[in-house]
């Protein structure tokens, strides 16, 4: 298992130097994390394969992203469901074969709230989408990259999923759950292939306004975070494998 903790490692790497393209596959590409990836690898000249819920985000992102419009792939499908990542996994070999790297990207977060103050409609949201969803890609596309014994999947986790905050419980939880199926699965799969736990750091995003309010505007926009992200995940390899890393 690597030990890195940190982008400190990447710097002045360049991921499309000595590197064919690749395709990545991000989950919840509709808005922000998701989207600045997106449109960073997009940049770098890799392929990208995005879901999200809301076509009107998918359409905008579309338009933004560059290269021929038939490079990219963006499809409207729902984590939480299993049907639609079947579905979703259907489409994705028919057009675009096995993807390289698969980023779990898609996530929610609770209103803050005292845990038993938290609506079991909300708390059940947050495990659905952090937790479930999470799980549905796994099943539906791990056996897609068994048959070639290469890729790499990223589970995006949290610095709430390796320690604990007030009124947030259920985010907590559900990224707590992330690290401890991430090294699970791990030692589940053959050599050649890696999943791995990644915490974001704090960037400003919805999520983070939810919990911070107006003081989510002192932290990074997710463009910039996209800039060390891209470079991170691009330079994975298999012997990542099990690791829980900060970009």
């Known amino acids: 298992m690597s030990r890195?903790?940190?982008?400190?490692?990447y710097k002045g790497m360049n991921a499309v130097n000595g590197a064919s393209s690749r395709s990545v596959l991000i989950t919840g590409v509709g808005r922000g994390l998701g989207r600045a990836l997106a449109l960073e690898l997009a940049k770098r000249g890799h392929t990208v394969i995005g879901c999200a819920r809301t076509q009107d985000r998918l359409n905008s992102l579309q338009s933004d992203l560059p290269d021929p419009s038939d490079k990219h792939l963006l499809l409207n499908a729902d984590v939480r469901s299993n049907s639609s990542i079947e579905e979703l996994a259907r489409i994705v070999m028919e057009k675009k074969g096995v993807p390289d790297i698969i980023v779990n990207n898609a996530g929610t977060i609770n209103k803050n709230n005292k845990i038993w103050e938290v609506p079991e409609e909300d708390f059940d949201t947050v495990i659905d989408t952090n937790v479930k969803g999470v799980a549905n890609m796994l099943r539906h596309f791990i056996p897609l990259m068994l048959t070639r014994n290469q890729g790499i999947i990223v589970n995006?986790?949290?610095g709430w999923g390796r320690s604990g905050a007030a009124l947030v419980a259920p985010y907590c939880a559900s990224k707590w759950a992330i690290?401890?199926?991430?090294?699970?699965v791990a030692k589940e799969l053959p050599d050649g292939m890696a999943v791995i736990a990644l915490n974001?750091?704090?960037?400003?995003t919805d999520m983070l306004e939810?919990?911070?309010g107006d003081s989510a505007g002192l932290y990074q926009e997710p463009e910039a975070w996209a800039l060390k992200a891209a470079t991170m995940i691009l330079n994975l390899t298999a012997a990542d494998n099990g690791a829980s890393l900060t970009v």
């Open 210 to 212: 939810s919990c911070f």
């Open 156 to 158: 995006m986790s949290s």
């Open 4 to 9: 890195r903790s940190s982008t400190t490692s």
């Open 200 to 204: 974001p750091g704090v960037i400003k």
């Open 179 to 184: 690290e401890g199926l991430t090294r699970s």
